[in-house]
């Protein structure tokens, strides 16, 4: 549901206004006023008759016309009736900003509860409690408690901490920012993150939406909303509580390699959202995409008037697999005409440290005219003869006199020789960057956007599956009492899903195990079968390349020897006797299910090193072909998969094809917990992939 037009309503009630200066309830009543509010303002406050020279209510009951919005600083405990009598005034959006609900506890949830009852029952939209208020720079309205009302600008920022959204605000004030909107989630009670990226859509005053979240409230509709956001303007999310110190136990490799911090991460590749893993880069990335054109391709181009620093930037730049660009012969020509002989033409290109301004500016000038860059970085080291006012001003007039406006980042190194330099780059909206790493890894960030917004939208695939099949399987498994399926029972899903299994059949005895193995033919696994053993290698429970009768015998003797060893109570229902595949390499898809976004898929190579190398990726189900690809590409083992040292390509289109299959299943029965195939073998390019093991386990 919308929010209509909760940042800048026509009327206000402030319930709790204050005669004393210092106290919530003044500070807020300032704020409204001193930012200029043209609403109506309603001040309510028994005892007093005016506050700020605006007339007081006794109660929002004595009020004589409906209002739109009440902001409500009371003690916690007045909040709910006080809201009743709101409701009869027809309002349309509720700021609470009163603590003392879920965050004390019991009592506090309770009281929560209520507040959102009282809300959904008479169409009321709650931002809140516990919350520090809203800011609009456009309306203008300055419905909060901060100190801080920051400059005019096109930066969206919503804070789940108070604290560091009064901290944003004092740094924007300080570094002149400029901000649209400013929205304190509080508990998040009704209005949540998704409410308000939804409507910082299609706010013309955002260009940029950034968030600091600690976490979501409806992560599939997070995703959904981020995703289409995301493809108009940038969402910078700084996330905290990244450690999975608390996650749940579970038992599969899936589960215990996924945890929360890793949803989260797939979660925002899924989106399209840049993610800030520190404060400075939050500050770093949404001043660049504030104030700046987005790069055109990926190749970029630095001038620097040192040679260190421009070597500390060519080598920030291939770590983050940006493209130096090969700079044109008439480029090259062009600044042969002005440079001195000792300077270097190509890029980096130095231009000395005895350059003044007008040699930064001549060479920026034919730079940002090359066809072959995308992208430029201009350093600057402050030197004896280095004008550093002067050179700002000369790199500022380039970037707003160019016509194709490729995007110009700076780094003036320094502190108080670069100072006036910096304030006059920030004051015509040219990012500059304390070091030149920080400008490439901005850079990157920028290019990755940009790769994200010229992607096309995927639809999710389906394949012709047996879902009764998977159906009475599931229905059995509950019949029985059990969760934990068979390794019988997960291969007829698998089948049900047409993912490709080894031939393999159950044996009860040896001689029917020799039987079995003369159908099949050598060489041939052995597998225990019994529900009470989830990693069979780990009870020697598994023998593989048995190549004839004879060891197929011993091998059968010796699989029931560990088990009477160490699991001697396992409920054992046969051995499986299996192809055994050649040529392949082993790799592992599993799933996992998340609190905050349901299914979460893993990759990475198999067998019994999974958790050793914990070299896998993740993705949030359902996955589309892209997002599978991604996910095989983004291993660090990947050429492995690829071919190496004249190995044969592994068929890593037969592996996104099973991801993709896996993804349908678990999205067809969210019932699934946890899941893994476990090897998954792949052979090699065009001769597909087989799953090995797999194991499944669904709630009750």
């Not at 976490?215 to 999975?244: A, M, W």
């Not at 911090?261 to 949404?286: C, H, L, M």
């Not at 001195?340 to 007008?358: R, T």
Request: aromatic letters at 6%.
């Amino acid at each position: 549901m919308s929010l209509g037009n909760i940042f800048c309503p026509q009327s206000i009630a402030l319930i709790g206004a204050s005669r004393e200066e210092g106290k919530v309830g003044h500070v807020i009543l300032e704020n409204l006023i001193e930012s200029g509010f043209k609403g109506k303002l309603f001040p309510v406050n028994p005892k007093a008759d005016k506050i700020c020279d605006i007339k007081c209510y006794p109660s929002v009951l004595d009020i004589p016309i409906d209002f739109e919005m009440a902001i409500l600083a009371i003690p916690a405990k007045y909040v709910c009736p006080v809201l009743k009598d709101c409701s009869k005034k027809h309002i349309k959006w509720s700021i609470v900003i009163s603590a003392g609900f879920k965050e004390i506890g019991v009592e506090g949830v309770r009281r929560e509860r209520q507040l959102i009852d009282i809300a959904r029952n008479n169409g009321i939209r709650i931002l809140g409690p516990n919350c520090l208020g809203i800011i609009d720079t456009t309306c203008p309205m300055n419905a909060s408690f901060s100190s801080n009302t920051p400059p005019r600008g096109n930066i969206g920022f919503l804070s789940q901490s108070g604290a560091l959204g009064t901290s944003v605000l004092d740094w924007a004030k300080t570094n002149n920012i400029g901000f649209s909107k400013f929205v304190s989630l509080g508990n998040k009670s009704d209005i949540s993150e998704n409410d308000l990226i939804s409507e910082l859509e299609n706010e013309e005053d955002t260009k940029v939406i950034t968030a600091y979240l600690e976490g979501v409230k409806d992560g599939r509709e997070f995703i959904k909303i981020s995703s289409r956001v995301s493809r108009k303007k940038p969402i910078i999310v700084i996330k905290s509580g990244n450690t999975d110190a608390g996650a749940r136990a579970v038992s599969s490799h899936t589960g215990t390699l996924a945890g929360s911090a890793r949803a989260y991460e797939s979660a925002f590749k899924q989106s399209g959202i840049v993610r800030a893993d520190t404060i400075r880069d939050f500050f770093n990335y949404a001043v660049a995409f504030s104030y700046q054109t987005l790069p055109k391709g990926k190749k970029v181009a630095i001038i620097t008037n040192a040679g260190g620093p421009g070597i500390m930037a060519t080598d920030a730049c291939e770590r983050n697999n940006i493209m130096m660009a090969t700079l044109e012969k008439e480029t090259i020509e062009k600044l042969k005409d002005f440079l001195p002989g000792e300077a270097n033409f190509y890029n980096p290109i130095d231009v000395l440290g005895d350059a003044l301004a007008d040699r930064y500016r001549k060479t920026l000038e034919v730079v940002v005219k090359d066809n072959n860059v995308d992208a430029v970085i201009v350093l600057l080291t402050p030197q004896a003869m280095t004008q550093n006012l002067e050179t700002a001003k000369a790199v500022a007039e380039v970037i707003e006199s160019q016509e194709n406006k490729i995007l110009v980042l700076t780094s003036f190194i320094g502190g108080a020789e670069i100072k006036k330099a910096a304030e006059f780059l920030a004051e015509r909206s040219i990012p500059n960057f304390d070091i030149p790493e920080e400008a490439v890894n901005t850079l990157k960030v920028m290019m990755d956007y940009m790769d994200w917004r010229s992607r096309k939208s995927f639809n999710i695939e389906n394949f012709n599956v047996d879902k009764e099949k998977v159906k009475e399987i599931f229905d059995m498994c509950r019949l029985e009492d059990r969760l934990e399926l068979g390794e019988m029972e997960a291969r007829e899903v698998l089948k049900a899903y047409g993912i490709k299994l080894p031939e393999a059949e159950l044996a009860r005895d040896k001689g029917e195990a020799k039987e079995i193995g003369k159908r099949i033919g050598y060489p041939l696994v052995l597998k225990i079968v019994s529900p009470n053993i989830l990693h069979k290698t780990d009870v020697g429970g598994v023998i593989v390349s048995i190549s004839n009768e004879k060891e197929l015998e011993e091998s059968y003797d010796d699989i029931f020897f560990n088990i009477l060893k160490y699991m001697p109570d396992a409920d054992v229902r046969g051995v499986l006797v299996q192809e055994f595949i050649e040529d392949k390499k082993e790799t592992i898809i599993g799933v996992s299910e998340d609190t905050q976004f349901g299914h979460i898929i893993m990759f990475g190579l198999g067998g019994i090193y999974v958790e050793t190398l914990k070299d896998v990726s993740f993705r949030i189900a359902p996955v589309s072909r892209q997002s599978a690809g991604e996910m095989i590409r983004e291993i660090k083992t990947i050429k492995i998969l690829e071919g190496t040292r004249g190995e044969n390509p592994s068929d890593i289109n037969s592996i996104i094809e099973i991801i993709l299959k896996v993804s349908q299943l678990v999205t067809d029965f969210p019932e699934i917990m946890e899941m893994d195939i476990n090897p998954l073998f792949v052979k090699k390019k065009g001769k597909g992939s087989i799953a090995g093991d797999a194991r499944i386990r669904i709630g009750g």
